[in-house]
């Protein structure tokens, strides 16, 4: 695992609802090997929301679907 990306939190990411868009958006970071840190940056938040929008424990304000779904689309 590469940028920091720990086996317990891609497990979590696998194993989270992908029917929510922060769970998608970990799985397509962790496919295309995109760190936490550029994630949160990207979409000016901190590290700890990705990491619950990645495990599905919190999905993102609707003000950042959006940008969630464009920063997926760039990473394809």
Same mark, same amino acid.
């Given at each position: 695992?590469?940028?920091?990306?720990?086996?317990?939190?891609? +497990?979590?990411?696998?194993?989270?609802?992908?029917?929510?868009?922060? %769970?998608?958006?970990?799985? !397509?970071? /962790?496919?295309?090997?995109?760190? %936490?840190? +550029?994630?949160? !940056? !990207? /979409?000016?938040?901190?590290?700890?929301?990705?990491?619950?929008?990645?495990?599905?424990?919190? +999905?993102?304000?609707?003000?950042?679907?959006?940008?969630?779904?464009?920063?997926?689309?760039?990473?394809?």
């Amino acid at each position: 695992m590469s940028h920091g990306y720990s086996v317990r939190l891609a +497990e979590a990411i696998k194993g989270a609802d992908v029917n929510k868009l922060g %769970v998608r958006l970990g799985r !397509a970071c /962790l496919r295309h090997d995109v760190s %936490v840190s +550029e994630v949160a !940056a !990207a /979409l000016k938040v901190s590290r700890q929301t990705v990491y619950h929008w990645f495990c599905g424990l919190r +999905e993102p304000h609707r003000a950042k679907y959006d940008d969630i779904r464009s920063y997926i689309a760039s990473l394809s």
